[in-house]
């Protein structure tokens, strides 16, 4: 939520533009900036599938490991 917030703070309503050069050409993109609720959703979504994706191989790992063998490394 914090990572959100910042965000929201930084980059909403800001307008941004670029400048670039190709063969010759000075094309230049302008584009606003906007965050949505449909965004945050999912910003928040992809952080929970990478988290989950993240976490279980160790967790499969530690679920096949008999409880006393564990206890006995430590």
């Not at 609720?37 to 490991?65: D, H, K, S, T, Y």
């Amino acid at each position: 939520m914090l990572g959100i917030l910042i965000v929201y703070i930084a980059f909403d309503g800001r307008t941004i533009s670029t400048i670039g050069d190709t063969l010759g050409n000075n094309p230049q993109l302008v584009y606003s900036l906007s965050i949505t609720p449909v965004l945050v959703f999912l910003g928040i979504a992809l952080a929970c599938v990478i988290a989950l994706i993240g976490g279980l191989l160790p967790a499969v790992r530690a679920a096949n490991q008999p409880v006393a063998s564990v206890l006995r490394e430590r």
